[in-house]
């Protein structure tokens, strides 16, 4: 392990710190999805903690248990670390800022998003459209919005997050930003 205060966290903890010759091996699967993980999750909170002075805490709620790995105390920030490459290719199936969005549409309160969800699959349209603008991802061109479909878009991701932003402080915006749709999207 080259970074010493890494290290020091590792042997403070008494975790390994090297790979010694065994008469066991870890089956390679279990190495990849499962100890690197884990070791992601530890120098990760580790780094978050010295250098934005920040003490992750566990997550405790179910529901979002598997999304994230951590939490930032007193607040509705959720961080989870990977060890992603720009050559990576994820497919729908994992945690993606696609599977997230629809979290945001389906699961807010008295289904204020669910209609745009189901009819216009917005989620998979602004997947498409940052793949296609982020990446140059040509396969994602066709599907990308542009023009006044993207304003349109915008206009929604800052009313979902105005939504969920005002639902943290207590401020009740369903009303307004349920009008807001009606008049812009239905």
């Known amino acids: 392990m080259q970074i010493d205060f890494l290290r020091k966290h590792f042997e403070n903890h008494r975790w390994a710190t090297s790979f010694e010759h065994n008469d066991y091996i870890m089956a390679p699967p279990l190495f990849n999805n499962i100890y690197r993980g884990a070791l992601g999750e530890v120098v990760g909170k580790a780094l978050f903690y010295r250098y934005v002075n920040v003490q992750l805490e566990d997550i405790t709620e179910n ?3 598997e999304f994230f790995d951590y939490k930032v105390p007193g607040a509705v ?6 060890n992603w490459h ?3 290719n994820f497919d729908d199936e994992q945690m993606t800022a696609h ?3 629809n979290d945001l549409m389906i699961f807010a309160e008295n289904n204020l998003f669910r209609v745009l969800y189901v009819h216009d699959d917005f989620a998979q349209k602004i997947s498409n459209t940052r793949n296609y603008l982020t990446h140059y ?3 994602k061109e066709a599907t990308a919005l542009k023009g006044e479909d993207l304003s349109k878009a915008i206009y929604l991701l800052e009313l ?6 005002c639902l943290e402080f ?9 009008n807001e749709l009606m008049q812009v999207f239905l």
């Open 63 to 65: 529901k979002i248990f």
């Open 77 to 82: 920030v959720y961080v989870d670390f990977k």
């Open 86 to 88: 720009e050559t990576s």
């Open 99 to 101: 599977s997230r969005l």
């Open 137 to 139: 991802d040509a396969k």
């Open 160 to 165: 979902i997050l105005e939504y969920y932003v």
């Open 170 to 178: 207590g401020i009740d915006r369903e009303t307004y930003i349920r």
